[in-house]
């Protein structure tokens, strides 16, 4: 019996010794696992480090909001405002400009614009995306683009990538209804290398001629979102579209009010992640942008109703629908920048000045720009831009404007937009020039007449 009971004792002492040994084995072995564990990604830290999960999960879902806006949204919006028989080449030309510019952008439109090179265009250490370090089998590891330092460069890289997407998609809807299917295709690929590329480059590079995070900048321009690289350059690459082919040999009214809805509707959602995503981290920045976004563009869409009620004696669908994309557009480069305050102001100002670039600015030139690109995304995006100059806040955005003592910003953005303007202009008739003499730009006027499903596409919408 007593023996039995030392026998006992000894193997529960044996055991709670193996178990503290245990314990202890394992508290040293997290302890050097945790020694081993990649640092964070951020600051400094830019190699072998580990992405933020909370921003890489925000920015994965701002890659889809964004593309969303071109495919469908921005499809659906332009292609309830054509008449029936060019429907699908409206569609087309989204999808389309879509797979083209993915191509573009990985093989070499990315590294141009936002990999360091010179003031005025980035390197090609990226062409074909090259050295990407893959987030799969390496335990998570990433080497993040300083521009984007807490999440993998492939995320960056797709979230950048649907920008560059919506971009030149924008300036079709100025040439709606008569351009060329393969001259489209040629002008998009050569814009979005020869002008999207080196101006994302100057507002956005690490080291752009205008980027407000470049210490050397020459001129630092606020653009939190697109202002100047996707709604300048849309509009006034689309004005050029619209001078050089001419106006449309018939127009008629939207033909179905109910997809321009529907694509508007699209665009408003996804706009949060295209302002809000512009933050790149899920933090304060990016809850202020959705905030002011929310607010200029429902403002402006309400501005836009009221002076059309008051001119036209009818509120229209399409044009409150106008009026939400103004607000969206004019808030863009403000977003990161202003308050609530702001965005009042630049939503109702996008309102007025966008109706009025829709209607009066148009018949007074006499241009024929079939979806009101330039009327829109230039003209609002010249309001947010320099509106931003005056509203903007130190404490949300880092730097101050008019309204808090500092009217250099104002000056800095007019410089900004002006240079914007005319390198587009100029190298957008350029390529024009190129394509006409080479393909051809416009459709024959049998082609037009019959409709460019039929023509163009051998399609029709019943």
Aim: proline share 3%; aromatic share 10%; glycine share 12%.
């Amino acid at each position: 019996m007593e023996s039995g009971k030392i026998a006992r004792r000894r193997l529960a002492t044996s055991v709670v010794a193996l178990v503290g040994v245990a314990a202890l084995w394992l508290a040293l072995g997290d302890l050097a696992f945790a020694d081993d564990a990649p640092p964070a990604c951020g600051g400094k830290i830019l190699e072998k480090c580990t992405p933020n999960s909370g921003d890489t999960a925000w920015m994965l879902t701002s890659v889809a909001l964004v593309l969303m806006m071109t495919i469908p949204g921005l499809g659906l919006f332009y292609g309830g405002m054509v008449r029936k028989k060019n429907v699908g080449d409206t569609v087309m030309t989204s999808f389309a400009v879509t797979c083209l510019v993915t191509i573009l952008f990985a093989i070499l439109t990315y590294s141009m614009a936002f990999r360091a090179g010179s003031p005025f265009v980035g390197g090609l250490d990226r062409m074909f995306l090259k050295d990407i370090l893959s987030d799969i089998g390496a335990g998570g590891i990433g080497n993040p683009n300083p521009l984007a330092a807490t999440i993998p460069e492939s995320v960056y890289i797709c979230f950048q990538m649907t920008f560059a997407i919506i971009t030149p998609a924008l300036i079709a809807g100025a040439f709606a209804e008569r351009m060329k299917f393969s001259a489209m295709l040629w002008f998009i690929g050569l814009w979005a290398i020869f002008v999207y590329a080196p101006i994302a480059h100057w507002v956005w590079g690490p080291d752009g001629i205008f980027a407000a995070g470049n210490d050397d900048a020459w001129v630092k321009v606020l653009d939190f979102a697109g202002g100047t690289v996707v709604h300048i350059n849309a509009g006034v690459a689309g004005l050029m579209c619209a001078i050089m082919l001419g106006k449309r040999v018939e127009t008629g009214p939207a033909h179905n009010m109910v997809l321009t809805f529907i694509g508007a509707s699209l665009l408003w959602v996804g706009w949060f992640g295209f302002n809000a995503g512009s933050a790149v981290t899920a933090g304060m920045q990016a809850g202020m942008a959705m905030l002011v976004t929310q607010i200029a563009t429902a403002v402006a869409a309400f501005t836009w109703m009221l002076v059309e009620w008051a001119l036209k004696g009818k509120p229209t669908v399409v044009g409150i629908c106008s009026g939400a994309v103004a607000g969206l557009v004019a808030i863009t480069p403000a977003s990161g920048f202003v308050g609530p305050v702001g965005a009042f102001a630049i939503g109702i100002a996008a309102g007025v000045v966008c109706y009025w670039g829709c209607t009066g600015l148009k018949r007074m030139f006499a241009y024929d720009d079939a979806l009101d690109c330039f009327g829109v995304h230039a003209l609002g995006g010249i309001v947010g831009a320099l509106l931003t100059g005056v509203f903007a806040v130190k404490q949300y955005g880092g730097t101050a404007g008019v309204l808090e003592g500092n009217p250099g910003q104002f000056v800095n953005q007019c410089i900004g937009v002006a240079t914007v303007f005319i390198y587009d202009a100029v190298v957008s008739l350029i390529i024009l020039l190129v394509v006409k003499m080479f393909v051809g730009l416009r459709v024959s006027e049998d082609a037009e007449r019959e409709g460019l499903d039929l023509a163009l596409h051998g399609e029709v919408v019943h």
